[in-house]
């Protein structure tokens, strides 16, 4: 396969495990085995003490897929595969894909979404969310105007990473009335699914939505577990669930037992797990909104609407890439840059899901004061 190098991994590689602090992780603060294991449900507890550490099936533990499926409206755990989230993305579009599709994909997004169709041999339109009056925007018409006779994927992330982009609830349904009246495949990439910001404001799954939605989430984002490696797919589409399934023998064949159980008792504290990252999201959220409004002469702010990051703008005085390189060597402080996502216009990513964010911008503080 001839395909590029993955910007965003390479330049964590480099800075996520040798700079002090990090401004730009997209997931929320990870919990301790203790924390988990302390809220855990006597079944579960039952589970882990009695884990034999042998292969587990290769569509998920029925008792997780189970919880999984209480996530959804219409969607049931026969529905549901787990996968490493990053697996999931590459085995669909090779269960869906072939050389001559063309997919509509949002722009900007995490590249394994946009690089395993161009490898396949797909063209791609990038559907791209713009800033307008400092408020971000995706343009529905264009989306409909760039459906073409070959097009047989559109490919979603909302919440919108890095940007925080969310849809209303209106315009989420015409996205999903655009795929249904052309017979489009609905890849919908949610792993920041339910970190709206507001109450009301969330969307449905996809595969809830619509009958060929695919929604791919997990545990790293929203429930504070990247170290699980745990995901899932969910779709309605039987036929595309046993072409995964028989991929996924050529890939991982079956997930972690450990993090299986694990994953379960996740899922069973998830009104807990999801209360306190929503309260840190919004609590750090302010911080940001104060810091950086307040230095309106070096910065845009732009207001998310849901997920775990931010997408600020630099003064067009300033080079972001250049600046983004001095603070991880000056204050030891990463921050993912917006080239990173090969998108122009002097961008930067923050994230807002970690207990020590004030604590980076106040670091941040005579750094920027200096510089204006």
Same mark, same amino acid.
């Given at each position: 396969?001839?395909?590029?190098?993955?910007?965003?991994?390479?330049?964590?590689?480099?800075?996520?495990?040798?700079?002090?602090?990090?401004?730009?992780?997209?997931?929320?603060?990870?919990?301790?085995?203790?924390?988990?294991?302390?809220?855990?449900?006597?079944?579960?507890?039952?589970?882990?003490?009695?884990?034999?550490?042998?292969?587990?099936?290769?569509?998920?533990?029925?008792?997780?897929?189970?919880?999984?499926?209480?996530?959804?409206?219409?969607?049931?755990?026969?529905?549901?595969?787990?996968?490493?989230?990053?697996?999931?993305?590459?085995?669909?579009?090779?269960?869906?894909?072939?050389?001559?599709?063309?997919?509509?994909?949002?722009?900007?997004?995490?590249?394994?979404?946009?690089?395993?169709?161009?490898?396949?041999?797909?063209?791609?339109?990038?559907?791209?969310?713009?800033?307008?009056?400092?408020?971000?925007?995706?343009?529905? +018409?264009? %989306?409909?105007?760039?459906?073409?006779?070959? $097009? #047989?994927?559109?490919? !979603?992330?909302?919440?919108?990473? @890095?940007? =925080?982009?969310?849809?209303?609830?209106?315009?989420?349904?015409?996205?999903?009335?655009?795929?249904?009246?052309?017979?489009?495949?609905?890849?919908?990439?949610?792993?920041?699914?339910?970190?709206?910001?507001?109450?009301?404001?969330?969307?449905?799954?996809?595969?809830?939505?619509?009958?060929?939605?695919?929604?791919?989430?997990?545990?790293?984002?929203?429930?504070?577990?990247?170290?699980?490696?745990?995901?899932?797919?969910?779709?309605?589409?039987?036929?595309?669930?046993?072409?995964?399934?028989?991929?996924?023998?050529?890939?991982?064949?079956?997930?972690?037992?450990?993090?299986?159980?694990?994953?379960?008792?996740?899922?069973?504290?998830?009104?807990?797990?999801?209360?306190?990252?929503?309260?840190?999201?919004? +609590?750090? %959220?302010?911080?940001?909104?104060?810091?950086? $409004? #307040?230095?309106?002469? !070096?910065?845009?702010?732009?207001? @998310?609407? =849901?997920?775990?990051?931010?997408?600020?703008?630099?003064?067009?005085?300033?080079?972001?890439?250049?600046?983004?390189?001095?603070?991880?060597?000056?204050?030891?402080?990463?921050?993912?840059?917006?080239?990173?996502?090969?998108?122009?216009?002097?961008?930067?990513?923050?994230?807002?899901?970690?207990?020590?964010?004030?604590?980076?911008?106040?670091?941040?503080?005579?750094?920027?004061?200096?510089?204006?």
């Amino acid at each position: 396969m001839n395909i590029n190098e993955f910007k965003l991994e390479r330049y964590f590689a480099i800075h996520e495990f040798s700079a002090k602090y990090l401004l730009s992780p997209s997931d929320c603060e990870s919990l301790t085995m203790q924390e988990l294991i302390e809220k855990a449900d006597q079944e579960s507890l039952d589970l882990w003490n009695n884990l034999k550490l042998g292969y587990t099936e290769s569509k998920g533990h029925p008792l997780l897929r189970e919880e999984i499926a209480k996530l959804y409206n219409h969607t049931s755990a026969e529905d549901v595969i787990t996968i490493v989230p990053e697996e999931g993305i590459f085995i669909t579009m090779h269960a869906l894909l072939e050389q001559g599709d063309h997919v509509i994909i949002i722009d900007p997004a995490y590249q394994s979404l946009v690089e395993i169709p161009r490898a396949i041999g797909c063209s791609i339109t990038n559907w791209r969310v713009e800033e307008r009056s400092q408020k971000w925007h995706l343009d529905l +018409e264009y %989306l409909e105007k760039n459906i073409n006779t070959d $097009t #047989k994927m559109i490919v !979603l992330n909302f919440p919108h990473n @890095p940007t =925080g982009y969310l849809p209303t609830i209106e315009e989420f349904h015409r996205i999903i009335e655009i795929a249904r009246q052309h017979d489009l495949y609905l890849f919908s990439d949610e792993m920041y699914w339910l970190l709206d910001h507001q109450e009301g404001t969330g969307l449905p799954a996809a595969a809830d939505a619509y009958k060929k939605g695919i929604s791919l989430f997990g545990l790293s984002k929203t429930f504070s577990l990247p170290g699980l490696r745990l995901g899932w797919l969910a779709t309605r589409e039987d036929e595309l669930l046993k072409k995964i399934s028989v991929l996924k023998d050529y890939t991982t064949i079956c997930g972690s037992a450990p993090s299986e159980i694990l994953a379960i008792m996740a899922l069973r504290q998830k009104e807990d797990i999801l209360k306190a990252n929503k309260d840190r999201i919004r +609590e750090n %959220l302010a911080a940001a909104r104060s810091f950086f $409004t #307040k230095r309106d002469n !070096l910065f845009t702010w732009l207001e @998310p609407r =849901g997920g775990s990051t931010a997408f600020v703008r630099l003064n067009p005085k300033y080079d972001v890439e250049e600046l983004c390189e001095n603070i991880v060597q000056e204050k030891s402080i990463m921050i993912v840059p917006g080239g990173i996502f090969d998108y122009a216009g002097n961008y930067f990513r923050i994230g807002l899901g970690r207990n020590d964010f004030k604590t980076i911008l106040h670091e941040l503080e005579e750094y920027f004061d200096q510089l204006a």
